[in-house]
């Protein structure tokens, strides 16, 4: 495919959004230069490649690779001056209190103003505290007033990220100057318009995405709005897992099951039933970060988000409460035993181990409880230094029979299908002891129960 708009893009950071953002654009018949500046993730993506686990992506990369039509660089010189919109998804991490860590996002856009060129616009696309986009439209006007800029938040989520951004519900565009924001969004009506040509490319099944929205709603607000809908919006879904959570502790102290009473609660379609699954709390590079980032943002404005400060005491206790239950359950000490924890990534259909409670369930088992874990992940492993975070002692299995094989006990702390479709049966006969926790409730209990063994859910 050739660039048929004849308009280049330039994507700043390759992470999980950036990679995405540039795989979809560089097939949709624009030229896409991706910026990096990490050279590992930089030389991966030269070869048509991307440095994480997320199906369907690895096709759209190398097509457009191929087709010279992505170009990887670490060269702002190279790229932004050839741009007419520049996508910045570099990463926000937290700092130790909590707050975001805005450089990446402040460099990124320095840098950028020094070569921009004249009625360029500038989008972000990083999760930023309300109030970012002035700073960064200052910085980037300070050299030039023609320069537009507009927040355009990303909602996908890893996992699904191919069919969430070809699919949106909607599409955000936050920028003080309509000329900006009707730039930005007829990127996203070409994206829709090339869409059915990208589904081949990407290999994905028509089928799966009959019931998707044909079209996003745009919502076209103001700079500062577009940034708190982003943050409010990924608060709002951690508040209902962590809600699901608490009522699953009650639902456990009153001999409940938190799966169907999330289901009749979510039935009411003023509520709905998305994001109430009760299990391990959440985890990954957003919600954890984003909870955390809305709190410091209203305390640097003067409201106390109390409510975000219990969804964030909810979802760290919930490691310890499942192993709790655990540790109610045993007959024998697992100290010095073999045990086995099934998943690492922070929710299936990635490789992501950021913030992933299944690394917490793993590390509790191991320095609060002794046992020998043997953890297994289908994808976590593959992505450098997903190890990182666990405890030296732990090791890692090939398989998921091999982590299996004569343990006392096993976690599912992950939902991943392997472990979803694997008969109870398959459990029971490779353990050496007759405890399996669901920590996902992804499990039938009955069908455990019936292979003979005990099964320990999350409000259950
Ligand atoms: C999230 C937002 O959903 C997405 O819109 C935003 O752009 C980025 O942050 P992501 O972090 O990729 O996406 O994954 P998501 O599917 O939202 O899951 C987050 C965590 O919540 C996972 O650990 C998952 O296991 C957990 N979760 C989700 C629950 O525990 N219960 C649920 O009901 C849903």
């Given amino acids: 495919m050739t660039n048929t708009h004849n308009q280049t893009i330039s994507v700043i950071g390759s992470g999980y959004v950036g990679v995405t953002t540039a795989a979809i654009l560089a097939n949709s018949g624009y030229k896409v230069f991706a910026l990096e500046i990490n050279t590992q993730r930089l030389e991966t993506l030269k070869q048509g490649k991307s440095f994480f ?111 969430d951004s070809l699919w949106p519900d909607r599409v955000v565009i936050g920028g003080n100057e309509e000329k900006s924001n009707t730039f930005v969004k007829e990127v996203y009506e070409t994206i829709i318009k090339m869409r059915q040509a990208i589904v081949k490319i990407a290999g994905i099944n028509e089928s799966i995405t009959k019931s998707l929205p044909v079209t996003p709603d745009y919502i076209i607000t103001s700079r500062n709005s577009a940034e708190l809908i982003k943050v409010s919006a990924n608060a709002f879904l951690a508040l209902k897992i962590s809600f699901a959570n608490s009522i699953a502790k009650l639902a456990d102290a009153a001999g409940a099951d938190i799966t169907e009473v999330m289901y009749g609660v979510g039935s009411d379609r003023r509520i709905g039933k998305a994001f109430l699954n009760a299990g391990r709390g959440y985890g990954g590079g957003c919600f954890p970060k984003d909870v955390k980032g809305l709190i410091s943002s209203g305390l640097a404005h003067g409201v106390d988000l109390e409510i975000m400060q219990a969804v964030n005491n909810e979802n ?51 320095e609060k409880m002794w046992a020998n874990v043997s953890m297994y992940d289908p994808e976590a492993f ?35 299908n392997e472990f979803k479709t694997t008969n109870p049966k398959v459990y029971a006969k490779l353990l050496s002891g007759d405890i399996l926790v669901d920590a996902m409730n992804c499990l039938d209990r009955d069908t455990v129960v019936a292979a003979g063994l005990k099964y320990i859910g999350v409000g259950r």
């Fill in 53 to 163: 686990h997320e199906e369907y992506l690895n096709p759209l990369l190398k097509t457009a690779v191929d087709n010279g039509t992505l170009v990887a660089t670490n060269s702002y010189e190279d790229s932004i001056p050839k741009s007419d919109i520049v996508f910045s998804c570099v990463g926000t991490p937290d700092n130790p209190d909590g707050s975001s860590n805005l450089s990446y996002v402040y460099a990124a856009a320095e840098e950028s103003a020094k070569y921009l060129q004249k009625g360029a616009v500038y989008v972000q696309k990083s999760t930023v505290p309300v109030g970012t986009g002035e700073i960064i439209e200052s910085i980037l006007q300070s050299s030039d007033a023609s320069i537009g800029y507009a927040s355009n938040p990303e909602f996908l989520k890893e996992g699904t990220a191919l069919i």
């Fill in 316 to 366: 760290s206790s919930m490691p310890g409460y499942i192993l709790e239950k655990v540790n109610n359950q045993l007959t024998r000490p697992i100290a010095n035993k073999k045990v086995a924890v099934l998943g690492a990534a922070f929710k299936a259909g990635t490789s992501d181990v950021r913030m992933s409670p299944a690394v917490r369930i793993a590390n509790l088992l191991s």
């Fill in 382 to 416: 593959t992505e450098d230094g997903a190890d990182d975070q666990l405890n030296r002692k732990i090791t890692i299995a090939a398989t998921m029979e091999e982590a299996l094989e004569g343990a006392e006990l096993a976690v599912i702390a992950t939902d991943w």
